[in-house]
């Protein structure tokens, strides 16, 4: 099948690209189709590189008369340079390659790797592509041979500044039929290789209405994060659940698919989708790995209603156990560590420490709290409304006057975005800082963080991976006059608006999970035991 | 029930053997009782024991005490016990209880075995108060062959430290009593500094006789190292994060707990030293850093 489908791809192509053009979903073996012509286009025009690179080596060297046979009559694919560079005949397809790759020139590589993966082909008809993509995140080029474990492309690794890897992302989203939404503004160098989106231009005006490859929830929920109307990691991991419960609701199996399969290839472009409009963070990113897992493991002989039901109770579930009884869990903890007269320093707007505070007053405790704030989010305001409302007396100030008040704190309580694997806690830009100045200061700092925001990741910088907002949130008016207003035409200028920071274990004195309270040393033995227990 | 003949064992039981940490002796206590007890349910049984401990930590309110007593139960409940017959089960309890006991036992001879190779040759060491797993390591360093000198404090208000400097002048060691508010001087003259503990917290810090953070401090400021000798059975689910974080429980004994009127007056007789100024802690469990003692907790107690 993998042959025939090269020659009579011409007429198929046009029909491919008028069903596109139309906007209506690509069957599977449409899409199958599209990916092995363009493959076989690119693999043309290698090829007729390669051969002027190699003709001219041939011209030297009087090659034995295998390399003089025309290819006219085979596919243009398998010609012969390519089969003068393997010697041995590539039957066991699957055949490891030589260990002595570095001595080879890479155009040689190229070319053994293009025989070994025709021979794949031909010898396995209907196979689908190949594990390409892994060898060209610039990491080390292993031979794509199905022996060798699979290269872990880590989807954190975002590379803006890198064209090929954009290239690839945008061919990824044509695939799946998503729009790849612009870069805005000039980006300061250190963080050039990260996304900085506008606010002003969301994703959803590039999408066709209506648009039938993704579901309009999703569609809302893409939104809602874009515009910074869902914010908060426990706020957004819940509302993408409950999205994904409704796509669920509303899933019809077509026929001759299997739904553990099926939904799972459905769910991948709504998650890029959500990925364009705002990068996940890592709870989202938990939750979706468990929705996956839970999908792929339903028993094939399980009829769709009951499948269906299925999901949305272990979504229920997940919401119950992970957030709101691991909230109660952690304020069961957290309360005992607050005394009579305490005064508690909170940053920014965390939905865990306010319900810990809250749950406190309401346990009687005596304390009261200083919210410290920041521009240009000013999430603390909301922190103070919340608090105020449950009769805590409150104390409010900018992030600038941090070391002029904790003189008078006994406890620093902080939320967490996520616990990386080697203890550092990643979490709203400026959380750092705090602790640094609280450890100065000798003042306990406790982090409260619930066991699923929790990753192997491992970052000791702010730099490598983090979220850049819209630079334009920086600009502000202050008696009629916008001083930063023609920002983008001073070429030296440039507006950093950082959303994440991470700050080191040795500044933290104690972390509060649903497990219990751990040193934050201890991150990697919880993700051992979780993974035990999975 | 019968808890006046429960601390009657008890006190017996320490007097019979000064040596012998008061936790072992706590848990003899408790497994004593788990014999006599003529309860009908497992729940039933698990209540009487934990009322047992605590009425253990009214005579002695060591931190040590309460987590062995914690831990005993732990460690006999943590069979299936799914036997119908009370009796039965009781035997297995029983039998598990023993071999706590013995495991218990032999933990001081392993610290030991552990920590005398830390010892060099010519080394001064600086030690705190009266600590019978030190005085072990010290003997057993002693017994191969190794010529060291100790400097101890008095460790007030109860003298402890003359108590341990009479035992290593048994041991022909050569020893020096320093006052408690000389430790900041003596620390430069020191190699290394070797305390026990009362109680080995969650974080990896350790709860020990008044005057161990101070000299924590110092060492830390000289950088000497400091080692901390501990049996695993003193391992306790506690994360005080500061001085005023540790339960009063712990912090006076028990009769003062009873008697005062106003704890502001009197005062502690242990501190909370914090695991950034411990370099090393020798266990039963093995040689540990400060972070690894939570990994063993989970182990522990989970």
Not at chain 2, 139 to 157: D, M
Request: charged content about 25%; aromatic content about 6%.
């Amino acid at each position: 099948m993998a042959d025939s489908g090269v020659t009579d791809g011409a007429e198929k192509k046009e029909d491919i690209t008028r069903v596109k053009n139309e906007g209506k979903e690509l069957s599977k073996e449409e899409k199958q189709r599209l990916r092995k012509e363009k493959k076989s286009q690119k693999k043309n025009k290698e090829k007729k590189d390669e051969q002027d690179a190699l003709a001219s080596e041939r011209e030297k060297n009087c090659a034995p008369s295998t390399l003089s046979q025309p290819a006219a009559h085979k596919e243009p694919a398998a010609s012969p340079p390519v089969q003068a560079a393997v010697s041995e005949p590539p039957a066991p397809a699957a055949g490891a390659p030589p260990a002595d790759k570095p001595a080879k020139s890479k155009a040689e590589l190229k070319a053994e790797r293009r025989a070994r993966q025709e021979a794949e082909r031909a010898s396995k008809p209907g196979k689908k592509g190949d594990p390409g993509p892994q060898s060209t995140a610039g990491k080390p080029k292993a031979p794509p041979s199905e022996l060798q474990p699979v290269v872990k492309r880590l989807p954190e690794h975002v590379q803006v500044d890198n064209p090929e890897v954009l290239k690839k992302l945008a061919k990824k989203l044509e695939r799946q039929q998503i729009p790849l939404r612009s870069d805005y503004g000039y980006k300061v160098s250190l963080f050039s290789h990260l996304h900085q989106y506008s606010r002003k231009a969301p994703l959803t005006q590039q999408l066709s209405i209506p648009s039938t490859v993704i579901h309009p929830v999703i569609v809302r929920l893409g939104l809602q994060y874009s515009q910074g109307i869902v914010a908060g990691s426990n706020a957004r991991s819940v509302a993408l659940l409950h999205a994904f419960k409704q796509v669920i609701r509303d899933y019809v199996t077509p026929p001759n698919e299997e739904l553990s399969r099926d939904m799972v290839n459905k769910l991948k472009p709504y998650i890029s989708f959500l990925n364009q409009c705002r990068p996940l963070s890592a709870s989202m990113g938990n939750a979706i790995k468990y929705i996956k897992k839970e999908i792929s493991n339903i028993p094939s002989q399980c009829k769709e209603e009951e499948a269906k039901t299925k999901l949305q109770d272990c979504i229920d579930r997940y919401i119950r156990e992970k957030i709101v009884l691991a909230a109660s869990a952690i304020s069961k903890y957290a309360i005992e560590k607050i005394s009579d007269g305490d005064v508690i320093l909170v940053y920014g707007c965390s939905s865990l420490v306010n319900h810990i505070l809250c749950e406190a007053s309401e346990k009687h405790r005596k304390f009261r709290v200083i919210v410290v704030d920041s521009r240009p989010r000013l999430e603390g305001r909301e922190a103070l409304r919340r608090l105020v409302k449950h009769g805590i007396s409150c104390t409010y100030v900018l992030i600038s006057a941090l070391s002029y008040v904790l003189p008078e704190v006994s406890k620093v309580f902080l939320g967490a975005h996520a616990l990386l694997a080697n203890g550092y806690v990643m979490s709203r830009v400026g959380t750092s800082q705090i602790a640094l100045v609280a450890k100065a200061f000798n003042v306990p700092v406790l982090v409260c963080c619930e066991t699923y925001k929790f990753c192997e990741r491992v970052q000791t910088d702010s730099f490598v991976s983090n979220e850049l907002d819209d630079p334009d949130d920086l600009m502000v008016t202050r008696k009629g006059k916008t001083q930063l207003e023609g920002w983008q035409q001073v070429s030296q200028l440039g507006l950093l608006n950082l959303v994440y920071d991470v700050t080191p274990p040795d500044f933290v004195d104690l972390v509060i999970t649903d497990l219990g309270m751990i040193p934050c040393t201890s991150v990697p033995v919880v993700l051992r035991v979780k993974n035990v227990d999975q | 029930q019968d808890e006046g003949g429960l601390v009657e064992y008890f006190r017996t039981q320490m007097g019979k053997d000064p040596d012998m940490a008061s936790a072992v002796a706590a848990i003899r206590t408790l497994l004593e009782f788990l014999k006599r007890d003529q309860g009908e349910t497992l729940f039933g049984l698990r209540e009487s024991l934990t009322s047992a401990t605590d009425c253990l930590t009214g005579v002695d309110s060591s931190v040590a005490v309460s987590s062995a007593g914690e831990l005993f139960l732990r460690f006999i409940s943590l069979t299936s016990l799914e036997h119908q017959d009370l009796s039965q089960c009781k035997k297995v309890m029983e039998e598990r209880g023993e071999l706590f006991l013995q495991k218990i036992s032999m933990s001081r001879a392993k610290v030991a075995k552990l920590c005398h190779t830390f010892i060099k040759d010519g080394a001064k060491i600086l030690t705190h108060s009266y600590s019978r797993v030190v005085l072990r390591v010290l003997e057993k360093a002693a017994a191969e062959k190794k010529r060291f000198s100790v400097y101890v404090t008095e460790s007030q208000p109860d003298a402890a430290g003359e108590q341990m400097a009479a035992a290593l002048r048994k041991l022909d060691v050569p020893v020096t009593v320093v006052l408690d508010a000389a430790v900041g001087a003596v620390v430069e003259k020191v190699d290394l500094v070797i305390v026990g503990a009362e109680g080995v917290v969650e974080s990896g810090g350790i709860i020990n006789k008044i005057g161990t953070y101070q000299m924590a401090v110092c060492s830390k400021a000289h950088n000497k190292l400091f080692y901390v000798v501990a049996e695993s059975f003193k391992f306790v689910r506690l994360y005080p994060l500061n001085q005023q974080d540790v339960p009063d429980k712990f912090k006076y004994k028990a009769d003062t707990l009873r008697s005062s009127q106003s704890l502001s007056e009197e005062h502690p007789v242990i501190d909370y030293t914090p695991p950034s100024l411990i370099t090393l802690l020798f266990t039963d469990l093995g040689v540990l850093t400060p972070s690894a003692v939570s990994d063993e907790l989970i182990k522990l107690y989970l």
